[in-house]
Protein backbone atom coordinates (compact mmCIF):
# COMPACT_ATOMS: atom_id res chain seq x y z
CA UNK A 1 0.00 0.00 0.00
CA UNK A 2 2.50 2.23 0.85
CA UNK A 3 4.49 1.63 -2.45
CA UNK A 4 1.58 2.55 -4.20
CA UNK A 5 0.63 5.67 -2.14
CA UNK A 6 4.21 6.76 -3.16
CA UNK A 7 4.28 5.78 -6.80
CA UNK A 8 0.81 7.96 -7.84
CA UNK A 9 2.34 10.88 -5.17
CA UNK A 10 5.19 10.59 -7.56
CA UNK A 11 2.91 10.33 -10.30
CA UNK A 12 1.04 13.63 -9.17
CA UNK A 13 4.60 15.78 -8.91
CA UNK A 14 5.09 14.80 -12.36
CA UNK A 15 2.08 15.53 -13.94
CA UNK A 16 1.45 18.83 -11.73
CA UNK A 17 5.33 20.17 -13.36
CA UNK A 18 4.27 19.12 -16.72
CA UNK A 19 1.98 21.47 -18.18
CA UNK A 20 -0.34 24.52 -17.34
CA UNK A 21 -3.38 25.35 -19.39
CA UNK A 22 -3.79 29.00 -20.36
CA UNK A 23 -2.23 32.02 -21.49
CA UNK A 24 1.30 33.22 -20.77
CA UNK A 25 1.35 36.24 -18.22
CA UNK A 26 4.18 38.17 -19.64
CA UNK A 27 3.30 41.63 -20.20
CA UNK A 28 6.12 43.50 -22.27
CA UNK A 29 5.00 47.26 -22.58
CA UNK A 30 5.36 49.60 -26.04
CA UNK A 31 7.39 51.87 -25.29
CA UNK A 32 9.10 55.40 -26.72
CA UNK A 33 12.64 55.02 -26.29
CA UNK A 34 12.78 58.78 -24.46
CA UNK A 35 10.14 61.48 -23.43
CA UNK A 36 10.85 64.99 -24.26
CA UNK A 37 8.89 67.78 -24.40
CA UNK A 38 9.15 69.52 -27.96
CA UNK A 39 10.59 73.23 -27.80
CA UNK A 40 7.51 75.10 -29.31
CA UNK A 41 9.35 78.78 -29.56
CA UNK A 42 8.33 79.79 -32.69
CA UNK A 43 11.60 81.33 -33.74
CA UNK A 44 14.96 80.16 -33.39
CA UNK A 45 16.48 83.67 -32.31
CA UNK A 46 13.72 83.69 -29.07
CA UNK A 47 15.64 80.61 -28.09
CA UNK A 48 18.91 81.95 -28.68
CA UNK A 49 17.61 84.78 -26.55
CA UNK A 50 16.42 82.75 -24.06
CA UNK A 51 19.55 80.70 -23.23
CA UNK A 52 21.85 83.94 -23.42
CA UNK A 53 20.11 85.72 -20.57
CA UNK A 54 21.74 83.70 -17.74
CA UNK A 55 25.48 84.96 -18.62
CA UNK A 56 23.77 88.59 -19.23
CA UNK A 57 22.43 88.31 -15.84
CA UNK A 58 25.39 86.81 -14.37
CA UNK A 59 27.84 90.48 -15.08
CA UNK A 60 25.25 92.57 -13.24
CA UNK A 61 23.54 90.34 -10.27
CA UNK A 62 19.60 91.02 -9.85
CA UNK A 63 20.14 92.42 -6.62
CA UNK A 64 16.33 91.73 -5.63
CA UNK A 65 17.02 88.05 -5.40
CA UNK A 66 18.50 88.65 -2.19
CA UNK A 67 14.78 88.39 -0.71
CA UNK A 68 14.23 84.86 -1.78
CA UNK A 69 17.70 83.86 -0.60
CA UNK A 70 18.42 82.36 2.73
CA UNK A 71 21.51 84.18 4.41
CA UNK A 72 25.05 83.91 3.20
CA UNK A 73 24.01 82.95 -0.63
CA UNK A 74 25.90 84.08 -3.24
CA UNK A 75 23.92 86.88 -5.36
CA UNK A 76 25.00 85.06 -8.85
CA UNK A 77 23.08 82.56 -9.86
CA UNK A 78 22.86 80.50 -13.16
CA UNK A 79 20.16 78.70 -14.04
CA UNK A 80 19.67 74.96 -13.94
CA UNK A 81 20.01 73.84 -17.62
CA UNK A 82 21.36 70.48 -18.51
CA UNK A 83 21.62 67.94 -21.41
CA UNK A 84 19.69 65.19 -21.83
CA UNK A 85 20.77 61.95 -18.95
CA UNK A 86 21.94 58.89 -20.48
CA UNK A 87 22.77 56.75 -17.70
CA UNK A 88 19.85 56.77 -15.80
CA UNK A 89 19.65 54.32 -12.74
CA UNK A 90 16.45 52.84 -12.63
CA UNK A 91 15.30 53.12 -9.36
CA UNK A 92 11.90 53.98 -6.96
CA UNK A 93 10.86 57.09 -5.31
CA UNK A 94 12.34 55.90 -1.94
CA UNK A 95 15.79 55.20 -3.28
CA UNK A 96 17.00 58.35 -3.55
CA UNK A 97 15.66 60.78 -1.13
CA UNK A 98 13.73 64.41 -1.81
CA UNK A 99 17.34 65.81 -0.53
CA UNK A 100 18.63 65.18 -4.27
CA UNK A 101 15.84 67.34 -6.07
CA UNK A 102 15.59 70.48 -4.06
CA UNK A 103 18.26 69.51 -1.12
CA UNK A 104 16.36 70.43 1.80
CA UNK A 105 16.63 67.94 4.48
CA UNK A 106 13.39 69.78 6.00
CA UNK A 107 11.17 68.92 3.07
CA UNK A 108 12.50 65.05 3.29
CA UNK A 109 11.79 65.19 7.00
CA UNK A 110 7.77 66.51 6.33
CA UNK A 111 7.58 63.76 4.10
CA UNK A 112 8.72 60.85 6.29
CA UNK A 113 6.28 62.16 8.49
CA UNK A 114 3.25 61.94 6.20
CA UNK A 115 4.44 58.76 5.29
CA UNK A 116 4.05 57.46 8.86
CA UNK A 117 0.85 59.24 9.55
CA UNK A 118 -1.41 59.30 7.06
CA UNK A 119 -4.49 57.05 6.99
CA UNK A 120 -4.82 56.14 3.92
CA UNK A 121 -1.45 54.54 3.75
CA UNK A 122 -2.27 52.45 6.67
CA UNK A 123 -5.17 51.38 5.11
CA UNK A 124 -3.16 50.35 1.71
CA UNK A 125 -0.34 48.33 4.12
CA UNK A 126 -3.35 46.24 5.65
CA UNK A 127 -4.25 45.30 2.06
CA UNK A 128 -1.02 44.08 1.27
CA UNK A 129 -1.19 42.22 4.45
CA UNK A 130 -4.57 40.64 3.41
CA UNK A 131 -2.90 39.70 -0.25
CA UNK A 132 0.29 38.16 1.88
CA UNK A 133 -2.24 35.55 3.43
CA UNK A 134 -3.69 34.99 -0.08
CA UNK A 135 -1.20 33.77 -1.24
CA UNK A 136 -0.39 31.71 1.26
CA UNK A 137 -4.08 29.88 0.85
CA UNK A 138 -3.60 29.92 -2.94
CA UNK A 139 -0.44 27.55 -2.10
CA UNK A 140 -1.98 25.20 0.16
CA UNK A 141 -3.91 23.11 -2.46
CA UNK A 142 -0.47 22.14 -3.68
CA UNK A 143 0.16 20.16 -1.00
CA UNK A 144 -1.82 16.78 0.73
CA UNK A 145 -4.26 17.83 3.27
CA UNK A 146 -3.85 16.07 6.42
CA UNK A 147 -6.27 15.50 8.91
CA UNK A 148 -7.41 13.47 12.42
CA UNK A 149 -10.78 12.31 13.40
CA UNK A 150 -12.07 10.27 16.09
CA UNK A 151 -15.45 9.73 17.60
CA UNK A 152 -16.89 7.29 19.97
CA UNK A 153 -21.13 6.10 19.70
CA UNK A 154 -24.06 3.83 20.55
CA UNK A 155 -25.54 2.71 17.61
CA UNK A 156 -28.87 0.06 17.80
CA UNK A 157 -29.05 -1.83 14.92
CA UNK A 158 -32.75 -3.70 13.39
CA UNK A 159 -32.51 -7.11 11.90
CA UNK A 160 -35.93 -8.24 11.09
CA UNK A 161 -36.70 -9.09 14.02
CA UNK A 162 -33.83 -9.11 15.83
CA UNK A 163 -32.21 -5.76 17.26
CA UNK A 164 -28.64 -5.49 19.08
CA UNK A 165 -26.46 -2.69 20.35
CA UNK A 166 -23.22 -1.54 20.48
CA UNK A 167 -20.57 0.96 21.51
CA UNK A 168 -17.91 1.75 18.71
CA UNK A 169 -14.75 3.89 19.05
CA UNK A 170 -13.16 5.12 16.00
CA UNK A 171 -9.78 6.90 15.42
CA UNK A 172 -8.75 7.78 11.64
CA UNK A 173 -6.35 10.16 9.91
CA UNK A 174 -7.04 11.35 6.98
CA UNK A 175 -5.26 12.65 3.76
CA UNK A 176 -6.69 14.01 0.83
CA UNK A 177 -4.74 15.46 -2.03
CA UNK A 178 -6.03 16.90 -5.53
CA UNK A 179 -3.56 16.77 -8.56
CA UNK A 180 -2.82 19.64 -10.31
CA UNK A 181 -2.55 17.76 -13.44
CA UNK A 182 -3.57 21.42 -15.86
CA UNK A 183 -1.58 23.88 -13.23
CA UNK A 184 -4.59 24.96 -12.46
CA UNK A 185 -4.14 25.21 -8.96
CA UNK A 186 -0.98 26.63 -9.90
CA UNK A 187 -2.73 29.45 -11.88
CA UNK A 188 -4.38 30.30 -8.62
CA UNK A 189 -1.57 30.87 -6.87
CA UNK A 190 0.07 32.97 -9.76
CA UNK A 191 -3.09 35.24 -9.82
CA UNK A 192 -2.40 35.33 -5.72
CA UNK A 193 0.89 36.32 -6.00
CA UNK A 194 0.12 39.08 -9.13
CA UNK A 195 -2.77 40.54 -6.53
CA UNK A 196 -0.33 41.21 -3.94
CA UNK A 197 2.23 42.73 -6.47
CA UNK A 198 -0.44 44.86 -7.42
CA UNK A 199 -1.43 45.84 -3.72
CA UNK A 200 2.76 46.91 -2.88
CA UNK A 201 2.88 48.96 -6.01
CA UNK A 202 -0.70 50.66 -4.79
CA UNK A 203 0.66 51.36 -1.86
CA UNK A 204 3.58 52.81 -3.05
CA UNK A 205 1.68 54.81 -5.74
CA UNK A 206 -0.16 56.69 -2.50
CA UNK A 207 3.39 57.10 -0.85
CA UNK A 208 4.99 58.74 -4.02
CA UNK A 209 1.35 60.75 -4.40
CA UNK A 210 1.43 61.99 -0.70
CA UNK A 211 5.21 62.82 -0.93
CA UNK A 212 4.22 64.74 -4.22
CA UNK A 213 1.37 66.55 -2.28
CA UNK A 214 3.68 67.57 0.30
CA UNK A 215 6.33 68.83 -1.48
CA UNK A 216 3.58 71.01 -4.06
CA UNK A 217 2.61 72.42 -0.81
CA UNK A 218 5.70 73.04 0.29
CA UNK A 219 6.86 74.67 -2.77
CA UNK A 220 4.05 76.99 -2.00
CA UNK A 221 4.47 77.69 1.08
CA UNK A 222 8.47 79.03 0.04
CA UNK A 223 6.41 81.09 -2.44
CA UNK A 224 4.45 82.69 -0.39
CA UNK A 225 7.50 83.59 2.16
CA UNK A 226 8.97 85.28 -1.39
CA UNK A 227 6.44 87.51 -1.99
CA UNK A 228 5.69 88.14 1.34
CA UNK A 229 9.27 89.19 1.95
CA UNK A 230 9.30 91.07 -1.11
CA UNK A 231 5.77 93.17 -0.65
CA UNK A 232 7.33 93.75 3.25
CA UNK A 233 10.63 95.54 1.51
CA UNK A 234 8.48 97.09 -1.09
CA UNK A 235 6.04 98.33 1.41
CA UNK A 236 8.96 100.21 3.30
CA UNK A 237 10.57 101.40 0.09
CA UNK A 238 7.47 102.71 -0.68
CA UNK A 239 7.18 104.25 2.66
CA UNK A 240 10.23 106.10 2.70
CA UNK A 241 9.40 107.91 -0.62
CA UNK A 242 6.17 108.77 0.96
CA UNK A 243 7.83 110.51 3.52
CA UNK A 244 9.97 111.91 1.20
CA UNK A 245 6.92 113.71 -1.25
CA UNK A 246 5.33 114.91 1.66
CA UNK A 247 8.79 116.57 3.00
CA UNK A 248 8.59 118.19 -0.68
CA UNK A 249 5.03 119.19 -0.58
CA UNK A 250 5.64 120.57 3.28
CA UNK A 251 8.57 123.06 1.36
CA UNK A 252 6.36 123.60 -1.37
CA UNK A 253 8.07 121.95 -4.66
CA UNK A 254 5.07 119.68 -4.88
CA UNK A 255 1.29 119.66 -4.83
CA UNK A 256 -0.88 117.34 -2.18
CA UNK A 257 -1.73 115.39 -5.49
CA UNK A 258 1.71 113.84 -5.36
CA UNK A 259 0.97 113.60 -1.99
CA UNK A 260 -2.25 111.46 -2.23
CA UNK A 261 -1.21 109.86 -4.99
CA UNK A 262 1.96 107.60 -3.71
CA UNK A 263 -0.25 107.62 -0.56
CA UNK A 264 -2.52 105.41 -2.18
CA UNK A 265 -0.22 103.28 -3.36
CA UNK A 266 0.96 102.04 -0.07
CA UNK A 267 -2.42 100.93 0.41
CA UNK A 268 -1.97 97.71 -2.20
CA UNK A 269 1.27 96.20 -0.57
CA UNK A 270 -0.01 96.67 2.77
CA UNK A 271 -3.56 94.84 1.54
CA UNK A 272 -1.14 91.91 -0.14
CA UNK A 273 0.78 91.37 2.84
CA UNK A 274 -2.59 90.51 4.96
CA UNK A 275 -4.19 88.46 1.76
CA UNK A 276 -0.56 86.61 1.64
CA UNK A 277 -0.45 86.06 5.26
CA UNK A 278 -4.19 84.40 5.28
CA UNK A 279 -2.69 82.36 2.13
CA UNK A 280 0.44 80.76 3.97
CA UNK A 281 -1.99 79.89 6.77
CA UNK A 282 -4.74 77.87 4.58
CA UNK A 283 -1.38 76.21 3.14
CA UNK A 284 0.16 75.46 6.42
CA UNK A 285 -3.24 73.76 7.62
CA UNK A 286 -3.41 71.76 4.48
CA UNK A 287 -0.07 70.23 5.18
CA UNK A 288 -0.77 69.67 8.29
CA UNK A 289 -3.69 67.50 7.31
CA UNK A 290 -1.36 65.30 5.06
CA UNK A 291 1.00 64.89 7.76
CA UNK A 292 -1.58 64.08 10.04
CA UNK A 293 -1.52 66.79 12.67
CA UNK A 294 -3.29 69.36 13.66
CA UNK A 295 -2.67 72.86 12.31
CA UNK A 296 -0.13 74.50 13.02
CA UNK A 297 3.36 76.17 12.13
CA UNK A 298 5.05 74.41 9.43
CA UNK A 299 9.47 74.72 9.81
CA UNK A 300 10.94 75.70 6.33
CA UNK A 301 14.34 74.59 5.47
CA UNK A 302 15.62 76.71 1.81
CA UNK A 303 14.51 79.60 0.88
CA UNK A 304 12.73 79.86 -2.70
CA UNK A 305 15.57 80.60 -4.73
CA UNK A 306 18.10 78.76 -3.16
CA UNK A 307 16.14 75.47 -3.90
CA UNK A 308 15.72 76.68 -7.62
CA UNK A 309 19.19 77.17 -7.85
CA UNK A 310 20.28 73.72 -6.69
CA UNK A 311 18.22 71.74 -9.48
CA UNK A 312 19.80 69.93 -12.22
CA UNK A 313 16.56 68.43 -14.46
CA UNK A 314 16.97 66.50 -17.69
CA UNK A 315 15.71 67.53 -21.29
CA UNK A 316 14.31 64.09 -21.68
CA UNK A 317 13.95 60.69 -19.99
CA UNK A 318 13.98 56.95 -21.05
CA UNK A 319 10.60 56.08 -21.73
CA UNK A 320 11.22 52.51 -19.32
CA UNK A 321 11.17 55.36 -16.46
CA UNK A 322 7.63 55.44 -17.28
CA UNK A 323 7.51 52.47 -17.08
CA UNK A 324 7.97 51.65 -13.99
CA UNK A 325 5.70 54.33 -12.11
CA UNK A 326 3.69 52.08 -9.51
CA UNK A 327 0.71 52.89 -10.81
CA UNK A 328 1.67 51.63 -14.27
CA UNK A 329 3.15 48.35 -12.49
CA UNK A 330 -0.02 48.31 -10.50
CA UNK A 331 -2.29 47.39 -13.48
CA UNK A 332 0.35 45.97 -15.05
CA UNK A 333 -0.08 43.12 -12.29
CA UNK A 334 -3.63 43.33 -12.38
CA UNK A 335 -3.59 42.20 -16.18
CA UNK A 336 -0.80 39.39 -15.26
CA UNK A 337 -3.38 38.38 -12.51
CA UNK A 338 -6.61 38.42 -15.01
CA UNK A 339 -4.44 36.23 -17.74
CA UNK A 340 -3.57 33.76 -14.76
CA UNK A 341 -7.56 33.68 -13.97
CA UNK A 342 -8.25 32.32 -17.61
CA UNK A 343 -5.37 29.37 -16.64
CA UNK A 344 -7.99 28.63 -13.91
CA UNK A 345 -11.42 28.76 -15.64
CA UNK A 346 -9.33 26.30 -18.51
CA UNK A 347 -8.20 23.78 -15.59
CA UNK A 348 -11.29 23.93 -14.14
CA UNK A 349 -13.17 22.67 -17.59
CA UNK A 350 -10.76 19.29 -17.84
CA UNK A 351 -10.61 16.42 -15.78
CA UNK A 352 -9.21 16.04 -12.56
CA UNK A 353 -7.69 13.84 -10.52
CA UNK A 354 -7.96 13.07 -6.47
CA UNK A 355 -6.32 10.73 -3.81
CA UNK A 356 -8.03 10.35 -0.75
CA UNK A 357 -6.48 7.69 2.17
CA UNK A 358 -7.82 7.34 5.02
CA UNK A 359 -5.88 4.49 8.10
CA UNK A 360 -6.92 4.19 11.59
CA UNK A 361 -8.75 1.38 14.34
CA UNK A 362 -12.58 0.88 15.25
CA UNK A 363 -12.96 -0.96 18.89
CA UNK A 364 -15.96 -1.76 21.43
CA UNK A 365 -13.80 0.19 23.62
CA UNK A 366 -11.02 2.33 24.16
CA UNK A 367 -8.87 -0.47 25.33
CA UNK A 368 -7.13 -2.13 22.62
CA UNK A 369 -7.92 0.56 20.30
CA UNK A 370 -4.67 0.30 18.40
CA UNK A 371 -4.35 -2.92 18.28
CA UNK A 372 -4.28 -4.93 15.09
CA UNK A 373 -7.84 -6.60 15.10
CA UNK A 374 -9.17 -3.15 15.06
CA UNK A 375 -7.43 -1.89 11.91
CA UNK A 376 -9.00 -0.16 9.06
CA UNK A 377 -8.02 1.67 6.12
CA UNK A 378 -8.88 2.73 2.44
CA UNK A 379 -7.39 4.52 -0.50
CA UNK A 380 -9.03 6.07 -3.58
CA UNK A 381 -7.58 7.40 -6.50
CA UNK A 382 -10.97 9.20 -8.23
CA UNK A 383 -10.95 11.17 -11.92
CA UNK A 384 -13.84 13.57 -12.12
CA UNK A 385 -14.64 14.29 -15.81
CA UNK A 386 -17.17 17.16 -16.16
CA UNK A 387 -19.74 16.43 -19.20
CA UNK A 388 -22.68 18.51 -18.65
CA UNK A 389 -22.83 22.02 -16.52
CA UNK A 390 -25.68 24.13 -18.37
CA UNK A 391 -22.33 26.03 -19.82
CA UNK A 392 -21.26 27.37 -15.99
CA UNK A 393 -17.46 26.20 -16.95
CA UNK A 394 -17.84 28.02 -20.41
CA UNK A 395 -19.33 30.99 -19.39
CA UNK A 396 -16.25 31.60 -16.42
CA UNK A 397 -14.23 30.91 -19.19
CA UNK A 398 -15.22 33.47 -21.24
CA UNK A 399 -16.04 35.91 -18.44
CA UNK A 400 -11.90 35.32 -17.72
CA UNK A 401 -10.94 36.03 -21.31
CA UNK A 402 -13.41 39.18 -20.84
CA UNK A 403 -11.78 40.45 -18.10
CA UNK A 404 -8.60 40.06 -20.13
CA UNK A 405 -9.59 42.48 -22.02
CA UNK A 406 -10.84 45.12 -19.86
CA UNK A 407 -7.19 44.88 -17.66
CA UNK A 408 -5.22 45.34 -21.02
CA UNK A 409 -7.20 48.52 -21.55
CA UNK A 410 -6.88 50.02 -18.62
CA UNK A 411 -3.03 48.84 -18.65
CA UNK A 412 -2.49 50.91 -22.22
CA UNK A 413 -4.84 53.85 -20.92
CA UNK A 414 -2.85 53.91 -17.70
CA UNK A 415 0.61 53.87 -19.72
CA UNK A 416 -0.63 56.23 -22.49
CA UNK A 417 -1.49 58.49 -19.38
CA UNK A 418 1.74 58.43 -17.86
CA UNK A 419 3.56 59.09 -20.84
CA UNK A 420 1.45 62.37 -21.15
CA UNK A 421 2.12 63.27 -17.82
CA UNK A 422 5.98 62.95 -17.62
CA UNK A 423 5.83 64.63 -21.58
CA UNK A 424 3.39 67.83 -19.80
CA UNK A 425 6.06 67.84 -16.83
CA UNK A 426 8.93 68.53 -19.09
CA UNK A 427 7.14 70.74 -20.91
CA UNK A 428 6.33 72.94 -17.50
CA UNK A 429 10.23 71.88 -16.25
CA UNK A 430 11.61 73.59 -19.40
CA UNK A 431 8.96 76.58 -19.70
CA UNK A 432 8.78 77.79 -16.59
CA UNK A 433 12.66 77.56 -16.52
CA UNK A 434 12.63 79.93 -19.73
CA UNK A 435 10.08 82.02 -17.68
CA UNK A 436 11.80 82.52 -14.77
CA UNK A 437 15.21 83.84 -16.75
CA UNK A 438 13.17 85.89 -18.83
CA UNK A 439 11.49 87.96 -15.44
CA UNK A 440 14.67 88.06 -13.28
CA UNK A 441 16.29 90.36 -16.76
CA UNK A 442 12.93 92.13 -16.53
CA UNK A 443 13.47 92.58 -12.68
CA UNK A 444 16.83 93.72 -13.31
CA UNK A 445 16.07 96.08 -15.61
CA UNK A 446 12.99 97.37 -13.69
CA UNK A 447 14.92 98.07 -10.70
CA UNK A 448 17.65 99.99 -12.24
CA UNK A 449 14.68 102.20 -14.42
CA UNK A 450 13.57 102.33 -10.62
CA UNK A 451 16.48 104.56 -9.51
CA UNK A 452 16.92 106.61 -12.56
CA UNK A 453 13.00 107.79 -12.28
CA UNK A 454 13.64 108.57 -8.19
CA UNK A 455 16.75 110.27 -9.00
CA UNK A 456 14.89 112.18 -11.59
CA UNK A 457 11.79 113.01 -9.38
CA UNK A 458 13.95 114.22 -6.57
CA UNK A 459 15.87 116.61 -9.03
CA UNK A 460 12.29 117.71 -9.97
CA UNK A 461 12.90 117.10 -14.19
CA UNK A 462 10.46 113.92 -14.45
CA UNK A 463 6.71 113.62 -13.20
CA UNK A 464 5.50 111.58 -10.38
CA UNK A 465 3.76 109.52 -12.27
CA UNK A 466 6.51 108.28 -14.46
CA UNK A 467 7.92 107.30 -10.50
CA UNK A 468 4.48 105.58 -9.76
CA UNK A 469 4.59 103.54 -12.95
CA UNK A 470 8.42 102.70 -12.27
CA UNK A 471 7.45 101.44 -8.27
CA UNK A 472 4.46 99.58 -9.63
CA UNK A 473 5.95 97.71 -12.88
CA UNK A 474 8.79 96.73 -10.85
CA UNK A 475 6.69 94.96 -7.57
CA UNK A 476 4.86 93.60 -10.07
CA UNK A 477 7.61 91.95 -11.61
CA UNK A 478 8.88 90.55 -8.63
CA UNK A 479 6.05 88.98 -7.98
CA UNK A 480 5.70 86.87 -11.19
CA UNK A 481 9.43 86.19 -11.00
CA UNK A 482 8.50 84.60 -7.50
CA UNK A 483 5.70 82.82 -9.18
CA UNK A 484 7.33 81.46 -12.05
CA UNK A 485 10.37 80.02 -10.05
CA UNK A 486 7.88 78.18 -8.09
CA UNK A 487 5.89 76.82 -11.24
CA UNK A 488 9.35 75.76 -11.85
CA UNK A 489 10.25 73.70 -8.81
CA UNK A 490 6.02 72.34 -8.84
CA UNK A 491 6.76 71.56 -12.69
CA UNK A 492 9.90 69.07 -11.34
CA UNK A 493 7.79 67.45 -8.04
CA UNK A 494 5.05 66.51 -11.29
CA UNK A 495 8.09 65.23 -13.19
CA UNK A 496 9.42 63.57 -10.10
CA UNK A 497 6.18 61.82 -9.83
CA UNK A 498 5.19 61.14 -13.53
CA UNK A 499 8.30 58.88 -13.61
CA UNK A 500 7.47 57.06 -10.61
CA UNK A 501 10.58 58.37 -8.52
CA UNK A 502 13.82 59.70 -9.18
CA UNK A 503 15.29 60.52 -12.63
CA UNK A 504 19.27 59.38 -11.30
CA UNK A 505 20.24 57.86 -8.66
CA UNK A 506 21.20 54.89 -7.01
CA UNK A 507 19.38 52.06 -6.97
CA UNK A 508 18.25 49.20 -4.10
Given at each position: MRA????????????????????????????????????????????????????????APVRLDRAFRAPGTPDSVRSSRSERVDSIVVGRHGDVLWSAVFGDSQLVALINEAESNNVGLRYAR?????????????????????????????????????GFSYNAVNVTGDVSWSLDV??????????AQFDLRRSEEEVSDSSLSIASNVATDYVQLLLLDGVMAVTE????????????????????????????????????PAANIAEFARQRTLVENQLSQLLGRQPGTI???????????CLTVPDSV???????????????????????????????RLPSVAITN?????????????????????????????????????????????????????????????LGQASNALAGVHSYRDQAAAQATQVQALER????????????????????????????????????????LQSTVQLYEAVGGMWTGTAR
Open positions: LVTSLGLAGVFFAEACAVGPSTRVSPVLASSVTATDSLAAPQTRAFLDSIDIVREASVVRQSRASVMAARSPLFPQISASAYRSTNKAVLGPLWGGTRRQLEAQTLAAWQKTYAAVRARFARGVVSELDVRQFEADLGQARGRALLDAVSPGVLVARRPDVLASQRALQAALAQVGVAVANSYGSERPTYRGLFARPGELYSLELGVSVPIFTGGQLKGREDAARAQVEQARAVYDQTLLRAALEIAQRRYLAGIQSSLDLLSAQRSLYTAQLALAQARAQF
